[in-house]
């Protein structure tokens, strides 16, 4: 909760508590309540009213809340988190009972159900004071604006949400539903829920935590091989698969002790088996390529290898 928020908040907080004042002591807003309902709008402009009894569907709980949750669902979703649709619930169940309780609490009559000229018609059994429809239109068109993630989507959808609050609100005036001063009270209700949605973060973070554990358990129920690391390759066909250790480790055709092993060989840091060292032989004490001996003929002035040179000549005796 930044200090301009806090601000917004407690001066909106003192705007409601003025006007619920002012209705209580019948103050000249009554007044003008009673004024604008002799005017009867509704009868000025009657060519508007079909649209209107659309229009103000935009208000009502029902629907808008359907129409938002469908697309914040999506959102989740694609997020693969639930805070979008916590984050409507929230403020769907703060608005019912903020403005529920003042309703009830307040009991006032329409226009349409008045009884004396003049009188604020409280206490009387009615529900209408503040006016759910727009605080409703305030609430769930301005979580779309709260739940932006870029500055420019906040302001457009701030906006949006204003203007359709505020049409929804002077709508219900015209239709006589509601008096001028429960339309500035279902303003300011509704934006008190949004200002004070970051104080109930916390809360909504804590249940979201919860529900994505939930679900991960039975997801994992259902599907216990999902988490599984991907499967060691096929062998091609004509080839033995190749042997994996018990940690899921491939092991090498070289690595697998063969006759090597049993004669002492020992292995390299690489795996490679290692044979011992053995005496080098030359060509002419190697066995005969053929069991009837070398394939060279033999030569008479030709003299082992292995005979020792002579110093001075370079060649052997008799050379």
């Given at each position: 909760?930044?200090?301009?928020?806090?601000?917004?908040?407690?001066?909106?907080?003192?705007?409601?508590?003025?006007?619920?004042?002012?209705?209580?002591?019948?103050?000249?807003?009554?007044?003008?309540?009673?004024?604008?309902?002799?005017?009867?709008?509704?009868?000025?402009?009657?060519?508007?009213?079909?649209?209107?009894?659309?229009?103000?569907?935009?208000?009502?709980?029902?629907?808008?809340?359907?129409?938002?949750?469908?697309?914040?669902?999506?959102?989740?979703?694609?997020?693969?988190?639930?805070?979008?649709?916590?984050?409507?619930?929230?403020?769907?169940?703060?608005?019912?009972?903020?403005?529920?309780?003042?309703?009830?609490?307040?009991?006032?009559?329409?226009?349409?159900?008045?009884?004396?000229?003049?009188?604020?018609?409280?206490?009387?059994?009615?529900?209408?004071?503040?006016?759910?429809?727009?605080?409703?239109?305030?609430?769930?068109?301005g979580v779309l604006a709260y739940l932006a993630t870029t500055s420019l989507r906040r302001r457009t959808l701030s906006v949006i949400a204003a203007l359709g609050a505020l049409g929804v609100g002077m709508t219900t005036v015209y239709l006589g539903t509601h008096w001028v001063s429960d339309v500035l009270l279902g303003w300011a209700a509704g934006l008190l829920v949004l200002l004070a949605l970051p104080w109930i973060e916390p809360g909504i973070i804590w249940v979201e935590d919860r529900l994505m554990g939930i679900i991960l358990r039975l997801w994992l129920r259902l599907r216990p091989d999902s988490l599984r690391g991907p499967l060691p390759a096929a062998a091609p066909a004509g080839l033995s698969p190749q042997p994996v250790t018990p940690d899921g480790e491939v092991v090498r055709h070289d690595a697998v002790p063969g006759p090597s092993a049993r004669s002492g060989a020992t292995r390299a840091p690489d795996g490679r088996p290692h044979h011992p060292a053995r005496p080098y032989a030359s060509r002419a004490e190697r066995a005969p390529v053929t069991p009837a001996g070398s394939r060279r003929p033999p030569h008479a002035d030709r003299l082992p290898r292995t005979t020792p040179l002579s110093p001075a000549t370079g060649r052997g005796p008799g050379g």
């Open positions: 909760m930044t200090p301009t928020r806090q601000w917004l908040f407690w001066g909106t907080l003192a705007v409601y508590l003025v006007i619920v004042a002012g209705v209580l002591a019948s103050t000249w807003l009554v007044t003008f309540d009673w004024q604008v309902m002799f005017f009867r709008p509704y009868k000025q402009w009657p060519s508007i009213h079909a649209f209107l009894d659309y229009f103000v569907v935009l208000g009502q709980r029902g629907p808008t809340a359907v129409a938002v949750a469908a697309w914040l669902g999506w959102r989740c979703w694609r997020q693969r988190n639930l805070h979008p649709l916590l984050v409507l619930g929230a403020s769907l169940l703060l608005l019912n009972m903020t403005v529920g309780a003042a309703k009830i609490g307040m009991g006032r009559l329409g226009p349409h159900y008045a009884t004396a000229v003049g009188s604020n018609e409280m206490w009387l059994g009615g529900d209408i004071f503040p006016s759910g429809h727009t605080a409703n239109a305030v609430v769930t068109w």
